[in-house]
């Protein structure tokens, strides 16, 4: 009889069916996901009424029991669906795309680069990346970057150069002892105008101690493991030639003078050594919360990609990385200027309005930063004028601001914090070739050395050095919220624009949230087994695969995270929230939790 019943009604069926398979996903869905917040917004109010008016139709216009059978069928199909749907979702976070380490060959992209390469030797430019590695490692302990020079970018020595100068304000020294390589791999491979970009993961063993003569509560580090992403940049199809096992000139000959100083220049041709003309040249460290979150996704729009063709095709030397190089050198210059209350160090590449803008400590007092990163720096717009182009770059970085008067210290920040710059760059269609960087302490006009200075005007050929005619020079420096409002009323022709909104949308709430937690309970100097315990339990209730993200727990251990927080008001609140809810998990909160719970109110502007 309900065979015969079922047979009978096999339309209504199938119809019904199919909608609860369309409806039992789209209702979790709709309802906001799991320990985060839900980009679609809704409360399934939709989904649930017409999950209501097939239940009812079933009842109705089936006889009993087939109504109650096939209601009771159906509603397990939406129940398991819902849960397979919950599962997907909550595994839809970006650090659950912490990368593995698949083989070269396996990365898209890679037989292309082969082709366009056919020098290329993998284990040949593993050891490079070792050798980098292991020489960048004992050059940041001697706070000598002499040996290294060479092979790294502008940007990447003046980011060693500015923690260099914090360090010695701080009277901080870093003892490395026990480091081991355990793998190198390579992730990513990217083009980017007429350079190839190899990211590549460092999985390494370190002991690491942070001492400051000054205070010793900014004493840090100790034995941990971690993952770091280091990016090599090289011209397309360029056959290499050593510059790392090499102290000659790859492109004269000539020896190379032991200590290069600013600019990695060969004294008897002028070469610079770390152009990329010759070997791969380290452009970019990244720590692997900020890899695997950063916007790198976005550099994959076909609109970028026309724009940077089209700049580069008036300028062969131009890429995405050597713009954010020079975005990163100059950010970090202004930081450092303001540091010293010295603004000879950056009014070389500012134009006026900045120069003016950039607000300077009082009198007597010093800034000083304690373990200060560039997280993340990538475009995110494009513009012109009549005579002239503007790449837009966003800037996050990590701080603890340290305010020195005479003998005393304060903490600005309790913990490391992060934030978001933008700057403009701007220079003229028709430029003048360059013969050398300002960000390099070289007069693009003359290619004469450039000290710090508040004059503008190059000693030796008298030309303007700030003048957009032959150099990127940053024509704005604002926040990530005062760039919205500057967005909208811009008169310039925008090619290419990331949303501001999108620009930290790869962050969900509980990523912000899990982050910020980890500091927390690290907050006492001690990560012990049953906080870790926490931890896991806590990611894997939020979705999150712990071992893929057990990075991110070494970084707690070792004191390397930095609070995160959206610009989004109301995601601030959520995060805090989250954050408040876990220092109670024991029932009580220690004195650093409160401490720090307390500065991140007042820092964001939080209320109860």
């Known amino acids: 009889m309900l065979w015969y019943t079922l047979r009978k009604n096999i339309k209504l069926f199938t119809l019904l069916f199919f909608a609860f398979i369309t409806i039992a996903p789209d209702l979790f869905a709709r309802a906001g996901g799991a320990g985060g917040d839900s980009s679609g917004g809704g409360d399934g109010g939709d989904g649930i009424a017409t999950l209501i008016y097939l239940i009812l139709r079933i009842i109705i216009e089936l006889p009993f029991p087939a109504n109650v059978i096939t209601a009771g069928v159906l509603l397990f199909i939406v129940y398991f669906m819902s849960r397979h749907a919950r599962k997907k979702l909550k595994e839809q976070t970006i650090l659950n795309q912490l990368p593995t380490g698949e083989p070269a060959k396996k990365i898209d992209g890679y037989s292309k680069f082969i082709a366009n390469n056919p020098y290329f030797d993998e284990e040949n430019f593993k050891e490079k990346v070792k050798t980098a590695f292991v020489k960048i490692q004992s050059a940041w302990e001697k706070q000598d970057l002499s040996e290294v020079r060479k092979f790294i970018s502008d940007g990447v020595y003046q980011r060693f150069n500015t923690q260099f100068l914090m360090m010695n304000?701080?009277?901080q020294t870093n003892k490395i002892k026990d480091l081991d390589i355990i793998n190198v791999y390579i992730d990513?491979?990217?083009?980017?105008?007429?350079?190839?970009?190899?990211?590549t993961a460092v999985h390494a063993r370190i002991d690491d101690r942070f001492i400051s003569e000054l205070d010793s509560s900014l004493n840090s580090g100790g034995k941990e493991e971690f993952v770091e992403y280091w990016s090599f940049l090289k011209k397309r199809g360029a056959k290499s030639r050593d510059i790392y096992d090499s102290d000659f000139c790859p492109n004269c000959g000539s020896p190379l003078p032991e200590d290069m100083g600013e600019v990695s220049k060969c004294p008897?041709?002028?070469t610079l050594t770390n152009s990329g003309e010759y070997d791969w040249v380290l452009s970019e460290i990244t720590q692997a919360?900020?890899?695997?979150?950063?916007?790198?996704?976005?550099?994959?729009?076909?609109?970028l990609s026309n724009e940077i063709e089209r700049i580069a095709s008036e300028d062969e030397d131009f890429s995405v990385q050597?713009?954010?190089?020079?975005?990163s050198n100059g950010y970090l210059q202004i930081v450092s200027s303001r540091s010293l209350n010295n603004p000879s160090m950056?009014?070389?590449?500012v134009n006026d309005r900045v120069f003016n803008s950039v607000d300077m400590p009082a009198k007597g007092q010093t800034i000083a930063y304690n373990r200060l990163f560039l997280n993340d720096v990538y475009v995110i717009g494009i513009s012109e004028t009549s005579e002239k182009n503007h790449i837009h770059i966003a800037l996050r970085s990590s701080y603890q601001r340290v305010l020195i008067e005479g003998d005393h210290i304060e903490l600005l920040d309790l913990v490391m914090i992060s934030r978001t710059d933008v700057i403009v760059m701007s220079r003229d269609k028709a430029y003048k070739t360059s013969k050398g960087s300002l960000y390099a302490h070289c007069c693009p006009s003359c290619g004469a050395p450039v000290e710090n200075s508040l004059s503008?005007?190059?000693q030796y050929c008298g030309s303007t050095f700030n003048s957009t005619s032959s150099e990127w020079i940053i024509t704005e420096l604002m926040s990530l919220g005062d760039y919205s409002s500057w967005l909208e009323n811009t008169s310039m022709n925008m090619t290419y624009s990331v949303k501001p909104s999108k620009i930290e949308s790869l962050y969900d709430v509980r990523d912000y949230a899990l982050n910020n937690i980890m500091i927390l309970i690290?907050?006492?100097?001690?990560?012990?087994?049953?906080?870790?315990?926490f931890a896991e339990r806590l990611a894997a209730k939020w979705g999150y695969n712990t071992d893929k993200i057990s990075p991110i727990f070494d970084m707690a251990m070792s004191g390397s995270l930095s609070i995160k927080m959206p610009d989004d008001r109301k995601k601030q609140k959520k995060i805090f929230k989250l954050m408040e809810e876990a220092a109670m998990a024991d029932k009580e909160m220690s004195p650093e939790e409160v401490h720090i719970l307390n500065s991140i109110r007042s820092e964001y502007g939080i209320n109860e």
């Open 188 to 199: 990513r491979i990217e083009t980017d105008g007429k350079f190839d970009i190899i990211h």
């Open 289 to 303: 919360d900020d890899y695997v979150s950063s916007n790198h996704k976005l550099k994959l729009s076909k609109t």
């Open 346 to 349: 950056m009014r070389r590449f």
């Open 456 to 458: 503008t005007e190059c």
């Open 169 to 171: 304000l701080l009277k």
């Open 322 to 327: 050597l713009i954010e190089d020079k975005a």
């Open 522 to 533: 690290a907050a006492d100097g001690v990560f012990n087994e049953d906080e870790k315990n």
């Open 268 to 270: 008897a041709c002028g």
